[in-house]
């Protein structure tokens, strides 16, 4: 399934429905229950996901652009606003997990309502370029939606004490194609997303201009669970020296001893897996779900370092094959804007701007990115400690 | 229906299905979503309720006195254990609302499983007097639980959004019925349980002795709305004069300005009830849902007191015709223990005994406690502070 | 030095200037810097308690009753009130130690400017008896702060890792003087502060009346560093089964292993003490700086109790040869008010009242209160974790 | 005072000497009460300081290269030890502010030790290069904890509701020298520290290295006191859409309406000044003791945003005439290695490296940079939020 590559054929209104499609297939196999809790304040239950990618269509697209729509319920803005503060109130992050109404079953309900709306709406009108930004805006957010609904059904389930499987339309642990390293000479490069380089990118990719790479070495694979473990067992979890001085203080406030999802259980290396549940650790298989302190904490201990996202950027161009898009890879650089960056008008200008402070960029994309939503110039950020996303390492050898 | 009061033809039997039917009752118009979040640390999900209850038939009764007993699941006394230090590992009270699994349906599965070992260990066992006595104690817990499942319940509608009604067979906006003031003489009273009391009690009612008390008067009815909203009026929650320092603080720290569940709308005040949601303050109601802090200041700001609990009982014994039973009634007394108060062997030790400091005595009972539950010895008690209980205020006229 | 016991010749302005000098003199030996820091919100410098104690004095006696008298200083009432809300600002308890101004010497001109103001006040004024209780009140809360300033002395360099020694006027290693132990018949004994009991009281040991004893026996000693040893030894700190829950949770979330400066150093336990910095424990000397979680569990592990107040209270009229004053004496009473307590009118009325609420009642004295500052009837209070007072255990034997 | 620049005749000996003298200087007016103060976790004790630069001598040079020296006190290490995990103990920086001991007194003992020491040492030593370098980098150490001392004495004076003065030999008010608007343009510039660029420079300079700017102006001055004004009575504390998202959360968590030190009192807007208290604020002076946050909303609010670490650098070295020095000046780059950066071995290779997250670089140098200690290639970084630094605002203008 490739949601938005357009096919000559295809049109916004089929792609729409295969994103709204996918969305509630990756929810198919969950109980009721699974919907409804939020274990950590990152961690959105499922339902709120589905709720928010359609608030967000009603809100941007169908009450400003769409003549006689309707509300479907008046304080669903309040429930399902996620952080946009010039669009009123909104349930605070950590308190969603408390919200048994509206159901489920309204909630798909809503989502139907919805649906039927910019079907009818998209039928209907001849849209203005703005429009068809706004509309592949909201497909992008969807599908990032589609991620998260991934990751935070997994810390669900896997902070469970009953580990409990379920089935799931993506291939959790697929493994590493490694290619040969890639060289990458000292010069200047463009950076940023140019015309000719697809339908649609973030705001944050704009901006193109130029960076001054001196000449480095990029691995042509992802760190495997081995090699980590071997960082594990050399005591790497234990010596301040490796790690920065956040991250220190991270590892012993959190008690930090292995990657998120990692049990030792009489001896061995477990990891909860969604479609299995507990398994032991494949050594072949690349790290998963490591935080930026663990990432770079590992590249010291190897006497080496994490790319910068411009490195990783040129890299990606300039071998195709580089097989990319398992992990987010942890970069060095910190999210800050590009040279020219300007933040939208309206809320649509909240969307990436106001984070750019704190965090850091991951590239690439993972198991559980919809296919055809990431490219080489894909901005993923989040703080030096989190780890519940599909997040690994790749070095920069020299 | 009166679940522990034995006609001669009942049996322990009859009185277990009774009480446990009535638990599952009270959950009838419950939808999947509400079993599941834990709105506040003190606020167990409703599922939670049914398993617990569950757990403990299983771990007391079933599995040290039922030969051949299979539990059910390995993982669940670790889920439904709720602060038996003696019984293993525990799922941590403020994690309760994180946890999916095991479904509602399979926790009704795991009622029906051990209600039908129960059944059967009852219809063929003998009770030695202490078996009796734990089964008592079951069937007494299980109707705590009752309670609270229905506080826990509102608590969780109550502060959603949607503010949604349900069906309940709890007459929660019961009125009161005014009697005389009890006027108690100065003397020697006997004071706890006492045979020919019923034919049961917690273990802190146990150790009868004797009190003395100073000649005083208890109000024959409780405090009503409308009294309270004088309080209010008056600036009741702005002068700290009123206010032991610890609800001072309380109040500055939590922005209290008014009882658990009461919203001003338009300049009228509004409360959450289960049955009908939002509804007007009846001024004629008694007042309901507030903290010992608030009744404490209200008792100042009237200039009475409350009742100790020694006053409060030998009233409730003196005059049957007290109306009590609407609103667990703050009383001025420490939740301590009596004299000659000794904790029972074991798991069941812990009952009681180890919450006896930082809490205040409640008598009576409530809209919500289980009929035939409570008596005049019956001691319960919460911190100062708590207010999401069915608590209301009787004062001392003198 | 007895400073308000008043001889036929005494007058009560030789008693304010004995009181005001013991106070300096327990400060003689302190460094500049030791009167500054705050080393836990409980605990305030010593500078603070020097302009504090001046300030009542200025507050409650100078500006309201000598005409004329020249504040000395504006800020000063902002910088040195305590929790008098209802004297305008203050600043947080937590934030004392923060102030390096006004610095040592200022503090002295201060009290030296109102002790000049006080001497010719009492010299020219005929005083009315309720100003004569509102100075014998300054002296009584003055000899609070005296205690105050030598716990909090202690509890400085105590946890300086220099574990300096300072010389103080104050027998702090006596040792206890065991009597047989008091039997209290059952029955109605007056309690409280009466007629001829001396010329001071604070207004919660008012409200005589009459308390129901059950008969039982009050420990004519102490419990001793050896017998607590023995607790400790027997794994008392380890074993939840012995602790109240809140003791519990406060055991493990402190990691709580021996009284409050106690330290096992190479396998033998020292504590440190004011006059002599580190010293080996002396197994005869009675316990000190315990907690009534504490008092409490090892009084659950020897099987026994701690009194209540009342029983306390009638032992020490009974056999007035019990050797009481060395410890504050942690009873199983809550602090709550006598039957017909009522607060005074104004900022005094804060003193006692207020505090009501889970608290633990102290009966005796220790060997840091001022010599004649206690009586039978005297009620101390403090929180059940809190341990840097002089604090011990006496047990009821039955 | 130029400490560090060498004159042919000057010796290290006679740096060091000026250096330690310098540190003294700057306490010459505190009272010994000012010393011992901590205020806020960030802010550390002068006599902390004066104790900590003293053992950092004693530490790194004379107890591994001075033969026979023998250590002032044994606990001083662990008293003075600020964040060295490698070199043992330390107390918490939190708790820096609850020690009495060691006096003041006794801390310039132990200096006034050690740099007889030293001062032995250097005459009798021949340094090799590394020794050299150790020594250059504790006179560069000592000359950060300069600016730390004035800075940390400021908090301590400027939240004392006295708001005291004091003397000190720094020009704090010093106005602002304009100069053009520098133009980059566009290409490839050389960054960090070079041969040439001086005798001393820090880790993280090191790593000499290529950077291609794009075309850029940045502005001749510094955002002043009235241009800043603007920004406030425009509401720019109240709009979300001018912050960062951390910078929203900070300005509303904080309650925070304007930079550090600014009061408004009557209608009029005053700020504390070490040298006279409090002093109506000077439109003309630049502004200070701000955030990063208020530095990214003053920027994106006037339509401009900060130059990154490498364009101020350029703009350095293209004009020397730039006026910079008079506040640490906020730039977007986030705090970050250099490529080739990496750690020395050993606990000096903790002094640079592991902060390289979370915090942003601030370049140019202060009113409270000891003369001589700052270059164009100088890096120093603090979180977002800080701001008791004397940090400023310079734009870029295109």
Same mark, same amino acid.
Request: net charge negative; hydrophobic share 35%.
């Given at each position: 399934?490739?949601?938005?590559?357009?096919?000559?054929?295809?049109?916004?209104?089929?792609?729409?429905?295969?994103?709204?499609?996918?969305?509630?297939?990756?929810?198919?196999?969950?109980?009721?229950?699974?919907?409804?809790?939020?274990?950590?304040?990152?961690?959105?239950?499922?339902?709120?996901?589905?709720?928010?990618?359609?608030?967000?269509?009603?809100?941007?697209?169908?009450?400003?652009?769409?003549?006689?729509?309707?509300?479907?319920?008046?304080?669903?803005?309040?429930?399902?606003?996620?952080?946009?503060?010039?669009?009123?109130?909104?349930?605070?992050?950590?308190?969603?997990?408390?919200?048994?109404?509206?159901?489920?079953?309204?909630?798909?309900?809503?989502?139907?309502?919805?649906?039927?709306?910019?079907?009818?709406?998209?039928?209907?009108?001849?849209?203005?370029?703005?429009?068809?930004?706004?509309?592949?805006?909201?497909?992008?957010?969807?599908?990032?939606?589609?991620?998260?609904?991934?990751?935070?059904?997994?810390?669900?389930?896997?902070?469970?004490?009953?580990?409990?499987?379920?089935?799931?339309?993506? %291939?959790?642990?697929?493994?590493?194609?490694?290619?040969?390293?890639?060289?990458?000479?000292?010069?200047?490069?463009?950076?940023?997303?140019?015309?000719?380089?697809?339908?649609?990118?973030?705001?944050?990719?704009?901006?193109?201009?130029?960076?001054?790479?001196?000449?480095?070495?990029?691995?042509?694979?992802?760190?495997?669970?081995?090699?980590?473990?071997?960082?594990?067992?050399?005591?790497?979890?234990?010596?301040?020296?490796?790690?920065?001085?956040?991250?220190?203080?991270?590892?012993?406030?959190?008690?930090?001893?292995?990657?998120?999802?990692?049990?030792?259980?009489?001896?061995?290396?477990?990891?909860?897996?969604?479609?299995?549940?507990?398994?032991?650790?494949?050594?072949?298989?690349?790290?998963?779900?490591?935080?930026?302190?663990?990432?770079?904490?590992?590249?010291?201990?190897?006497?080496?370092?994490?790319?910068?996202?411009?490195?990783?950027?040129? %890299?990606?161009?300039?071998?195709?094959?580089?097989?990319?898009?398992?992990?987010?890879?942890?970069?060095?650089?910190?999210?800050?804007?590009?040279?020219?960056?300007?933040?939208?008008?309206?809320?649509?200008?909240?969307?990436?701007?106001?984070?750019?402070?704190?965090?850091?960029?991951?590239?690439?994309?993972?198991?559980?990115?919809?296919?055809?939503?990431?490219?080489?110039?894909?901005?993923?950020?989040?703080?030096?400690?989190?780890?519940?996303?599909?997040?690994?390492?790749?070095?920069?050898?020299?």
């Amino acid at each position: 399934m490739s949601p938005i590559t357009l096919s000559p054929a295809a049109t916004l209104a089929e792609t729409y429905g295969q994103v709204r499609a996918w969305t509630e297939r990756l929810c198919a196999s969950l109980e009721i229950e699974d919907y409804v809790v939020q274990p950590a304040p990152d961690v959105s239950p499922a339902k709120w996901h589905l709720g928010h990618t359609t608030w967000f269509w009603e809100t941007f697209v169908l009450v400003p652009h769409a003549p006689g729509y309707t509300i479907f319920h008046d304080d669903f803005s309040f429930v399902f606003n996620s952080y946009y503060e010039s669009v009123g109130r909104r349930v605070l992050r950590t308190q969603r997990g408390n919200l048994s109404r509206p159901t489920v079953a309204q909630v798909y309900t809503y989502r139907a309502y919805v649906d039927r709306a910019i079907g009818q709406f998209l039928a209907h009108t001849t849209l203005s370029p703005e429009l068809e930004a706004l509309i592949r805006l909201g497909l992008n957010h969807e599908q990032q939606h589609q991620e998260l609904l991934t990751t935070d059904i997994k810390y669900t389930l896997g902070h469970n004490p009953l580990f409990p499987p379920i089935s799931l339309p993506i %291939a959790e642990q697929a493994p590493d194609q490694p290619t040969e390293p890639i060289r990458l000479r000292a010069g200047v490069y463009p950076i940023g997303f140019r015309e000719g380089d697809g339908p649609f990118c973030f705001d944050n990719e704009l901006g193109a201009h130029s960076v001054y790479l001196n000449g480095a070495t990029l691995s042509g694979q992802l760190v495997s669970n081995g090699e980590y473990l071997a960082f594990i067992e050399a005591g790497g979890y234990t010596q301040f020296g490796h790690w920065l001085a956040d991250g220190w203080a991270w590892v012993n406030a959190q008690q930090i001893m292995a990657p998120l999802y990692w049990h030792r259980i009489d001896g061995q290396w477990y990891h909860y897996t969604l479609q299995h549940g507990l398994q032991p650790i494949d050594p072949a298989l690349p790290v998963c779900h490591v935080s930026y302190y663990e990432a770079d904490a590992y590249a010291r201990w190897r006497g080496n370092r994490l790319p910068t996202e411009a490195e990783w950027e040129v %890299a990606a161009r300039q071998q195709p094959e580089l097989a990319w898009g398992l992990r987010w890879e942890w970069t060095g650089s910190a999210y800050l804007p590009y040279p020219g960056f300007s933040t939208a008008e309206g809320a649509v200008g909240e969307y990436n701007g106001k984070f750019m402070s704190g965090q850091m960029v991951l590239r690439g994309a993972s198991v559980a990115t919809p296919e055809g939503h990431s490219r080489p110039t894909y901005r993923n950020f989040f703080q030096p400690d989190k780890r519940w996303q599909y997040t690994g390492i790749r070095l920069m050898l020299s």
